[in-house]
């Protein structure tokens, strides 16, 4: 654990050795793929827990790229991304961020919930957006021109109630955006069924659930439950807690604090396994 | 001390070497070992002082893991967590953080309070809760991949009121929840008694004024009394102190700076123990 | 990747290869070659993607000149532009910012997005945008002389509705200045058929969608669509892409996420594709 | 001054030599004993200068303990209390900090003016004041387990109006209190006449004083005088200053900047000095 | 580029080599020059772009003094303008700052725009500024007497509507100030014909136009055309460029980016060419 | 300049060398010796320019003590005053900042304008001011007994309207206070006559209009002129100046900008030298 690792891939450890299982919900793999071949970047937009990031691995693994993926925040600056001088036993060594990582060796960099992230982070990727395709390395006097298989993917979720943070017009326009929403019920079911090895039935009643929950986003609830929610009570269930008590402690109390709602979910968990 | 310690066990200081006592109110104790079978995250609700450390001390006795706790608050950063590099007589060194450790070697990390933390605090561990169980480490190019051992476990209390600090759906969506409150009274005087050692005609006293300065929570006081109080309280008296007076000490004046409230706490003493 | 580079021409990389494309609309050209006869500054105004950046590139390339640009952040300090004292395996080592490395060897520095820099930021190149023409380094106690071929461009969007970012009188008042639009129609599509390869037919009807779009600004969007996003739409088609899923994915998506204005981006897409 | 200073005995500095002279006002001495005996953490209330820390002085006195202080403000943070590392001539070295040292080695730890700290500073001495009484130094990977006669002592004065400062539920709940009052009037006028060896006469004349102005507190006066004030005067009259010039110099100038307070004060030095 | 300069007239690029033109528009010489035989500072008031910084210039010339000039800004620290520690290949080395490196060698200090710079770098100045003429090196126990040659100037303007950054009164109290307006008419006439090497009758023109855009200042518009902008237009036209055009380009878009300003301004430019 | 001085008497630099001419206005002086028999701080109030810091240097001068003077501002830290670690060729060495070096010696220590500090700069002197003088140092774990001759002074001008900057109550009750008012006018005009060497009919010339300017405080303006302005504009007339342009230049334009006060101020300057 005393120096940084030394790979002659520098990308080996973003390399994916299985395929991710993605249930594709429109023609999003072939509009992605559209986007790929044009290096376009690309925007997903969706709620929570619903699939955009399933979805960026199966495409790096159709694409065979490596993906590097930063969850964004406010506190990621441009020089966590882009890279910084580290002092080292024999001087000064450079160190490449992800963002640099991935363009200079070709990988597709997902920055996650770009909205969180501070206004340098996002406008440090303007020049790696357009026609140039160059990322500025001030700091080393560097201009690197991207590796041809290089593409950026961000995702955010504009669903919040009034949310503050937005994307400049000036970043937006560089990206071409998918939308995502929750699956269809039947393929939502599938997708619970399969990833947390359970019976359609019960999946079938977790979908139900799931939607009277959405039925009350923007009624004090921020968000309905996500697929993953449903995932993980099921996975409950598959456990041995009972389906009512798995719903409680994987959707009810996760979604919300308000003793109201609590009231209200709890009913909609009654409805749903009745 | 004047070397980092080297260990052959790197987790031997969270092991936990006699059985913390913890007596249940519900079937809280099955719920945490469904979770952690599938080795998703818990995340603990609850007023001050009620057991929540106490109880993830026990889960992680009855589950044989050691338990890295950390005390969130706004100062705390995603470095302090992550770990970062230090500068050694050999040249810098890479430091693991209290969740890389966990997650590297095994462990249950706790983070205590963690709605007092930054967002960045809180998005970091965002690509450990789901299906990846991966820590990006950007600062040394690591993808850690979690030890099949390793669970996140995280706590906060939803009862002040105004509070302007909330986690965000995208975090809260990723966890099960339990819920806890104050234990019913017979419980409580149990813990009282043997935490403190004392008789149980005291212990049922204090639990008594306990529930009275519960009901004036939200009429001016933040929270009621917790048990940890009433075991302060009675290990006072245990040493000699009247038992008015050991309120006084223990509960009373630590609950408030306002003289009306005061006054109408020294009114449930004496009505307590009368 | 252990140490900087070293080239006998510090502006190798800043050189452009081969002539930028770019259709003028209007005397543009002969004004900023005037400017650039005196040496003056430029400010560039004009809104996102309407070809601002493409216009200096080609200019930099008539004018025979390296361009050096910066795309402007509120994270980016005066010590970002100037430089600083990097430590080495040798010492400390002053690293030339981009905007020194411009004014010391004679390029075109080109500061994008001017605005959304700090005022810090502003402030240093007072003393570079009049008859001075230098540039103190306060931090190595260096008197630098602009070289004679230095020039200094900035841009920025003056049309974001509510912006409370301006530059100060004592700064602007330093400039001459270009104002930039969207080209006339057929400019446009002439610009989207020849950057994307497509016929003229469909570049029109892009056109007709963007104007469309622009119509809408100011009443909800912030901007409409740019003749960057036509590219990208057109580029999609080329690859396959039915016409009006492509102006989904490239221009509606990217503009907005508001439900109603998408509603009435679908239909513009409709009317211009009927 | 150019090292560290390397002691046999780390809180030879911290130990007082005689014992500091403070008398009695209730039954403080014997309630602080018994919340020593179980080591439970101590919050002092009160106002100005009313003998909080000598108070504590006392007890460190009385209890054989090393005493540490530390006056808390809005930048001490975490790390100042905990330690760090420091870059030493043989590489880093680790540098305990105050609460740590008194953890380790067995003192008093008191930190004088809680309030005025950040969240984290106080955050951090959790776990010192549950049962678990550990210290973790995150920074060199060690679960610091407190030395038995380890105690934690916390002061702040409740009375400023307006005041938004504030403990947070979950760390008052870990303490338990003593609440501190002026010394009745002739423990007061002991007091000045010991502490400035004056006559009690004089000394009385002062407490009436202080009374005065105690009760215009609250009517555009923060605090009303502190006994250390009256000290402070009675020396100066012990040096030659005649009573009123030393009241107005000891008592009304440093109490209020405002013309009408000043008048007022002014009228009760004449009372108390007729 | 490896290390500082070494030399041996400390100030050797601050001297100006060649006299700066200036037309005097009163008794301005006068005035500086009384200010100066007592070595007091000077506080020189007035709008963009109206000579301010020539004046300094040709009066350092007068009176054979180097003139070191700081720009400040908001990020100007009392470190950047004192100096600091550096390390360097033989550990670490003093680095005077501009102020004090004039301060010690006996040159004319020139802060631009001082209300722009934070508070801290205004009282750093308090203790140069009075009879004492010392300035504390905190940093290194250093307590420099400026040397007999040393002044201080600042400039701002005064002007801004809405302006909320002020001098405090006990700085501008340790200054005597000098007002600077624009220049009247035939004189302004003179100065643009003198510096872009123009006819008396474009001059004259461009006066007029400048006169009618600073009757518009404070209807909307922050500050009316400088001198400045009259010099940039001249040279255009000088360049070939048409005087109408020539005026929209250096006058009208640079002072602002108001649709029905502008278009006041080129009816002012009609008006003016007519 | 390229190492920290080293010199046997580590005050050396802040002994003065010759009397500070100093006229009293009432017993400030012997109120300051009392103070200082008894070492107890001492805060001195009163308006910009007044006399202040002339003063506590002649205190210094009869009390044979040397004088370190901090100006106090928004960035001034408790390790500015306290010391800190620098890095040298042989490693780390401590640097006692201008409090420690005072305290440690026995120097007077005057901090100017403390309001202006930060709250951590004030209560770092918390246990310099109280009966324990001494200064805890923690990043060295020094406990610092102060020299007995030591003595701690502050100053700040509680005049300015609608200043939201104060001392806190446990800051102010720890001092002595000493009020400052501009002289008697008679004192005054000897003040200007001695300082800028003028005859005394000019110097009460300058006295009355101080007088009228300071009718007009709180009327728009600050604070009046102070005595250093009276002083000002004697010398510029001594020079040859006319007195009523040094009035302008020494008095009216430092004084304001608003074009009403300076009317007024102009019309003040008539009536003193009618």
Redesign the interface.
């Known amino acids: 654990?005393?120096a940084?690792?030394i790979t002659h891939d520098?990308l080996a450890?973003?390399r994916q050795h299985s395929e991710p299982w993605y249930l594709p919900v429109g023609?999003e793999v072939?509009?992605f793929e559209?986007?790929y071949?044009?290096r376009?970047p690309v925007?997903l937009?969706g709620p929570?827990?619903c699939g955009k990031?399933?979805f960026v691995e199966h495409m790096a693994w159709r694409l065979r790229r490596p993906l590097v993926?930063?969850?964004?925040?406010?506190?990621?600056?441009?020089g966590?991304l882009v890279g910084r001088?580290?002092?080292?036993?024999?001087?000064?060594?450079?160190?490449?961020?992800?963002l640099t990582?991935a363009a200079r060796h070709g990988a597709i960099c997902y920055l996650?919930?770009i909205v969180?992230a501070?206004?340098?982070t996002?406008?440090?990727m303007?020049?790696l957006t357009?026609?140039?395709r160059v990322l500025?390395l001030?700091?080393?006097?560097?201009?690197l021109h991207a590796h041809p298989d290089f593409q950026l993917v961000v995702s955010y979720?504009?669903g919040?109630q009034g949310m503050h943070k937005q994307l400049k017009?000036?970043t937006?326009?560089?990206?071409?955006?998918?939308?995502f929403g929750y699956p269809a019920p039947d393929a939502e079911a599938r997708i619970v069924a399969h990833?947390a090895g359970v019976e359609p039935a019960l999946a079938a009643q977790l979908v139900a659930l799931a939607q009277r929950t959405r039925r009350l986003a923007g009624e004090g609830l921020?968000?309905g439950?996500?697929t993953?929610?449903l995932v993980?009570a099921a996975?409950?269930v598959r456990?041995?807690?009972a389906p009512r008590?798995?719903c409680l402690?994987?959707v009810v109390?996760?979604?919300t604090?308000d003793p109201e709602l609590i009231e209200a979910l709890r009913a909609a968990v009654e409805a749903s396994f009745a």
């Open positions: 654990m005393s940084l690792p520098p450890q973003w023609d072939a509009s559209a986007a071949a044009l376009l925007l937009k929570t827990g990031t399933r993926t930063v969850s964004c925040h406010e506190d990621l600056t441009a966590d001088w580290l002092l080292d036993a024999e001087g000064t060594r450079w160190h490449d961020g992800p990582l996650d919930e969180e501070r206004p340098d996002t406008v440090v303007h020049p357009d026609s140039r500025p001030e700091k080393r006097n560097e201009l979720n504009p919040y017009p000036s937006r326009q560089r990206f071409t955006a998918l939308e990833e921020d968000e439950a996500s993953r929610m993980h996975g409950l456990g041995g807690v008590a798995a402690q994987a109390l996760p979604l604090d």
